[in-house]
């Protein structure tokens, strides 16, 4: 049995919380195994104020969230604030005695101001990514992915993206079929394509070109395994390379290249986790010309290799 414990905090809104409630707390009587065992915590217990003018009590303080083996913050009062001493204590203890310390969108500031970040990738909401590189100089913000997972510490960023990484700590803990049975119970993707960058604020506009952009695109989906160039997708949109390449940027603040590379590694993680095709048919499989070109941007994308990967997923 693990056991979690998730800090609240005063003027918290539940949603984040929510999360971690919902992945980890809720029983799962579908699975033969034991599920993992929830406490939600406070640095004081008692009343902690909710957005909205409720409050929710706990009994359980920062003893209760230091014990756990999985500790979550799930964000923080003010992210201009220090971390209070005795919760920075209670975050470097446990990761010291070899738990697993997680955060939810501004809760990496309360591990920032652990330390527990220094000399590491991290990420947050993309709002607070320049608020927490200029409080934090040794810790390497990246504001375009949806978690980052170093094993004994993982940081998720905004809201939404705590699902994604609780979902992905299911599929280490317990390997893809129980992650993507939650998935589907939470009616939500098992695995999200992309990273925040998406999200930033952007213009949404109605331009039809746009929408010969989108078709562009599912074409490719529809069609990873062959060559697919940017003159092959101008194509398919009825449009020259050069006005292609101008409103692709504009519409996925990225190229249809990189867009591509993307796609094809996240095509490919179904059948690293799930099956034992050679690494070299994964890359032809998804459209790479080569297992070196594969691996190459594979390692690029995900920060392990193909062959690593499969192992972790496949052993859990």
């Known amino acids: 049995m693990r056991s979690v ?3 609240a905090y005063d003027g918290m809104s539940v949603f984040e919380t929510g999360i971690v409630t919902e992945v980890f707390g809720l029983p799962r009587p579908e699975f033969d195994f034991p ?39 799930p964000g ?10 005795a919760l920075a204590a209670t975050l470097r203890s446990a990761h010291a005695r070899g738990a697993r310390v997680m955060s939810i969108c501004s809760g990496a500031f309360a591990l920032a101001g652990a330390g527990l970040l220094d000399g590491r990738r991290a ?3 993309w709002r ?32 939404a993206a705590g ?32 990273g925040q960058a998406q999200f930033v604020e952007a213009p949404v506009t109605g331009d039809p070109e746009d929408a010969r952009v989108a078709r562009s695109m599912d074409w490719a989906l529809g069609n990873l395994a062959a060559p697919i160039t940017v003159a092959l997708l101008a194509r398919q949109a ?14 996925t ?37 080569t297992a070196v070109t594969f691996r190459h941007h594979f390692t690029q994308t995900m920060r392990t290799s193909p062959s690593a990967y499969r192992r972790a997923f496949q052993t859990a």
């Open 5 to 7: 414990a998730v800090l």
């Open 35 to 73: 599920w993992y065992e929830l406490t939600i915590c406070a640095e004081t217990p008692g009343p902690v104020r909710l957005v909205g003018g409720a409050s929710l009590h706990t009994d359980r303080g920062l003893d209760v969230f230091a014990a756990a083996d999985t500790l979550i913050v």
């Open 76 to 85: 923080v009062p003010d992210v201009r604030r220090e971390t209070s001493p």
């Open 123 to 125: 990420t947050t909401h």
């Open 128 to 159: 607070y990514a320049d608020v927490l590189r200029r409080r934090f100089p040794a810790v390497e913000v990246d504001a375009d992915v949806l978690y980052i997972d170093h094993g004994d510490v993982l940081t998720s960023a905004g809201s």
């Open 163 to 194: 699902l994604d990484l609780c979902l992905h700590v299911i599929r280490r803990d317990h390997g893809p079929t129980v992650a993507n049975t939650v998935a589907r119970r939470l009616v939500v993707q098992p695995h999200r394509d992309g």
């Open 238 to 251: 009825h449009m020259s390379s050069r006005t292609y390449l101008r409103h692709f940027q504009r519409a």
């Open 253 to 289: 603040g990225t190229s249809p290249i990189r867009w591509l590379i993307d796609k094809r590694v996240q095509a490919s993680l179904p059948l690293l986790e799930t099956t034992r095709t050679p690494i070299e048919e994964v890359a032809t499989t998804v459209g790479f010309e």
